[in-house]
Every structure is written in structure tokens, then in C-alpha cells.
């Protein structure tokens, strides 16, 4: 069906038309949109991914009630970018270290739900260029954002295992006015996210005469690692099984070999260290899960649960001693894959999807379930095929990259081809068969024709997009096509 004539119909049947998980809201208003976003979760951390360690009851029910999309990808793993992905609906391949600029062509994932008639929220982190009113927020509650700090020092400067605090440095809250409210904390600290689900909770319990687009943007799990408020060490880092692809270090440079991530803990990295930072990463995913439950409980007492779609997701994975990475800056699955939890009106319940997507496929998929045209501007595929059980897949293979280091694809069968332009180097491998990528299967000749076919679709995917790298491919890897 033509894009134009699927956007009509959506919107004339709209989220009524689609099959409903739990009670059906009891008037005929539009659903409401929560989108609860982590930051640097990795997706096998959570209890319904079967992590043996971890408690997440919350996020857990969610999962149960709704949809699980176990091979969702972030394509560029940084907070900054993959946030603007989700915005814009867009492929950013020519992001690099800095700040990404919205076209003002783009209507950004916000500012289409307001112009639809949602009375759209911003809570935590703000981590794109702009600020929340320019990318179609009308209010904030509990924002948080660089600057703002004046002279006053960082409120937690050293992390629980002694390690200098250098994520979120002068980052503070402020009020609707954008005024700094440094009294709340300069820098991240125990009570931050605790902070954001308070607005948050506080707008939930005042309610609202339109249908609201929420999205609440928590910094868990990202460093600096913290206990949670009054905590302590309760759990001995020896006791925490450390990932199968746990490395002292990476046997060459990403990229990012240099990068702040990978210095938190330096190279080569031993077992105890890293078991001491995976003991207080586990318990700030179990801090997020606390809040998570605290928006749930908010809607379910505001009488809104039943209308209410809800989104849990995160901005990427994080390595944490895989592969001999501590950062976010690679393309293993570790990294790239985040979990995907959709539940509400229009989301079958406890359906697990392997279709491969990514976050940016969130902006159109939420507009086709709550009948708001896609913009012209946006890229991205929406689920809403896969949610239905039309289609298994929506696009035959994801591609990812970072900055002018790294390109990736991964097809449907689970292949997997990451390039390494400044090393002129490949990986390949059958992550279905070997989840940990501990295989590397580029040289071995049986693969070699696997290899130049997946080399070629790269190719065709860098020359769709226009990526400045596809003129600097070895000749030998040039797609005929």
C-alpha cells in the first residue's frame, strides 16, 4: 500500500483499529505516550532477558504485559546521536563527536505529537542539541542538562570504587524557566533519577485534558556508577559472573582507544576490577527498575494505565569488560543491541519479536498506533506490521557505524560484517550461532564468498546514504551493483 494511503487510513481508524493487551481505555480519547528511556543499558541486564543476578520485577511485568523486540539496535552508539535519531526519525551518518544539527526541514518525533493534539512532557536527561521547547516540548518536568553549576563543586567527585568522577561534571537540574537549581546536585549523584520520576510522577498525578506524549529520560546505568540513596555494598563483586566475552583488553583500536569511557578502568583491565564496577552497575539497574515502577503505579492511580502506551528502551548497550572494552563507542551486540518494551493499546501481550529495527523505527511506529501521519521527513520503518503479525521483519538486514571508524551490518539470518577503516580490517560473524562474537570467521576460506557478498551490501547501504567513507573502500571491496 502506498505510504500516502496507509498515512490515511491510520489516521481515520487510528489505535482503535488495532488489537488491545489488557483493558480498553473507557472513552474514545487518543492513547497517551510514555516513552521511558535508559542510558547505557545493556539488553541482557534485566531479568526477563535472563540475567541470573539481577531483580527487575518492574520492567519484567511491562515485558510480560506487552511486547519484547529482542534484536533492536541503537546504529550509532552515543547518547547525543542516537537520542537525535530517535527525534528525527533519520539516518545521522554523517554525525561525528560533536553536537548533531536538526534540519529545520525535519518535523522532529515531539513537536509532530503536539501539532496532533498531545500535550507533550520532557522529564531528565536532555542530551541533543536545542533545548525541549525547540524540539516541540511545551513543558518540562525535572529537566536536566549540562551547565548551570556556577562555582559550585561536584557533589559526588569520587565513585564508590575510588575511580574520578568525569561523566555528567556542572550537569544540574532546572526549573520551566531553564534557571539552574545546583541545590538539587551539580554532577550526577545517588538521587538523580529518583529526582526525575518525582516531576514526572508530579505531572502524571495532576493530569491533563489532552492525551500527553511523555518521554522520561533517566541517566542509569551510565558512570558515574553510584549506590543508590543509603546504599552500600551489599553483594560481593567476586559473586558477580562476569560476561563469557570478558577481556583484560581489545586485541586492537576500535577508534576509541583513547576515549574517556575506556580510562575509567584502563587497560588491561583485571576480573576484580571490573567485577567491582558490574556489582554497582547491576543495582543502579535495579534502581532504574524501582522507577520505572513508580511511573506505572502513577498511571495505574491516575486512572490512565489502560490508554496509556508505554515505551522502555535505552539510548545503547555498554561493554563493561566485553570484548576487553569498558564504552558504548563499538558495534558487538553488547553495544549496539538495547531492549525494547512496548506495552499498552495496540501492543500484543506477551509476544516476543525478533525482527530486526532500530530506536529511530519508535518515532513512526508510535505515530501509526495513535494515528498520526509520518512525516515526509522521517526514514525509519514503523513495527507496526511486525506488532500485528503481518510481517517478520521490516527490513532485510541493520547497518550501524561510528564516526568515520567503524561501519556494520548484520542481516536477518544473524550474519554480522563490522569494518575498520583505519585498521583496513573486517569481522565477521554468525552471532545467532555465537551470541559472545567470540568467533571471528573473515579468514577462513569458507566464508569468503559470505564475506564479499556482505562487503557489497555495505557498500550499497554507504552509497544510499551518502557516507563520505564509501569513496575510501578498498578496491577490492567495490559493489558492481
Known amino acids: 500500500m502506498p505510504r500516502v494511503f496507509r498515512f490515511i487510513l491510520t489516521a481515520l481508524l487510528g489505535w482503535a483499529a488495532l488489537p488491545l493487551s489488557g483493558a480498553e481505555p473507557s472513552s474514545g480519547r487518543r492513547p497517551n505516550v510514555v516513552i521511558i528511556l535508559a542510558d547505557d543499558l545493556r539488553p541482557d541486564t534485566l531479568g526477563y532477558a535472563g540475567h541470573p543476578f539481577v531483580r527487575t520485577p518492574e520492567i519484567d511485568r511491562l515485558a510480560n504485559r506487552g511486547a519484547v523486540f529482542t534484536r533492536a539496535t541503537c546504529s550509532y552508539p552515543i547518547c547525543f546521536v542516537s537520542r537525535s535519531e530517535m527525534f528525527s526519525g533519520r539516518v545521522l551518518l554523517g554525525a561525528g563527536r560533536g553536537a548533531v544539527k536538526f534540519d529545520p526541514a525535519w518535523t522532529l518525533w515531539p513537536e509532530q505529537m503536539k501539532r496532533a493534539g498531545w500535550h507533550t512532557v520532557y522529564s531528565g536527561k536532555w542530551h541533543v542539541t536545542g533545548s525541549p521547547a525547540a524540539a516541540g516540548f511545551v513543558a518540562t518536568a525535572g529537566l536536566y542538562s549540562g551547565g548551570g553549576a556556577g562555582n559550585v563543586p561536584l557533589t559526588v567527585a569520587v565513585t564508590p570504587t575510588g575511580r574520578e568522577v568525569t561523566g555528567y561534571r556542572g550537569w544540574t537540574f532546572k526549573n520551566e524557566k531553564g534557571q539552574p537549581l545546583p541545590e538539587l546536585g551539580v554532577g550526577l549523584t545517588p538521587e538523580t533519577d529518583g529526582i526525575m520520576t518525582d516531576r514526572a510522577v508530579e505531572f502524571l498525578r495532576r493530569g491533563s485534558d489532552q492525551p500527553f506524549f511523555l518521554q522520561v529520560n533517566f541517566t542509569a546505568p551510565h558512570d558515574p556508577l553510584l549506590w543508590p540513596p543509603g546504599e552500600h555494598a551489599t553483594r560481593e563483586p567476586r559473586d558477580i559472573p562476569l560476561p563469557a566475552n570478558f577481556r583484560p583488553e581489545h586485541p586492537f583500536d576500535t577508534g576509541n582507544i583513547g576515549g574517556r569511557d575506556e580510562s575509567i578502568v584502563p587497560a588491561p583491565r583485571g576480573q576484580e576490577d571490573v567485577q567491582k564496577e558490574w556489582a554497582l552497575y547491576l543495582r543502579q539497574v535495579e534502581n532504574l527498575d524501582l522507577q520505572v515502577g513508580r511511573i506505572v503505579r502513577a498511571l495505574e492511580e491516575a486512572g490512565q494505565l489502560a490508554r496509556t502506551i508505554i515505551v522502555f ?3 545503547h548497550g555498554l561493554a563493561l569488560g566485553s570484548h576487553g572494552l569498558m564504552g558504548k563507542q563499538n558495534q558487538y551486540e553488547h553495544t549496539i543491541n538495547v531492549p525494547l518494551v512496548l506495552a499498552g493499546p495496540g501492543i500484543p501481550a506477551g509476544k516476543r519479536f525478533a525482527a530486526q529495527c532500530y530506536l529511530r523505527d519508535l518515532y513512526p511506529t508510535i505515530c501509526d498506533l495513535t494515528g498520526v501521519p509520518v512525516p515526509a521527513s522521517v526514514q525509519a520503518l514503523s513495527l507496526v506490521p511486525v506488532l500485528r503479525g503481518e510481517r517478520t521483519e521490516v527490513r532485510d538486514a541493520i547497518f550501524g557505524y561510528f564516526t568515520d571508524t567503524q561501519r556494520m551490518m548484520r542481516d536477518a539470518a ?23 562474537e567470540l568467533r571471528d570467521l573473515a579468514g577462513e576460506p569458507a566464508q569468503q564468498g559470505r564475506l564479499t557478498g556482505m562487503k557489497a551490501g555495505l557498500g550499497d547501504w554507504q552509497r544510499q546514504y551518502d557516507d563520505p567513507l564509501f569513496a575510501n573502500r578498498p578496491k577490492s571491496d567495490s559493489s558492481a551493483r
Open 313 to 315: 528502551t535505552s539510548d
Open 414 to 436: 544473524g550474519w554480522k560484517l563490522i569494518w575498520y577503516p583505519a585498521q583496513q580490517k573486517y569481522q565477521l560473524f554468525n552471532v545467532t550461532a555465537d551470541p559472545n
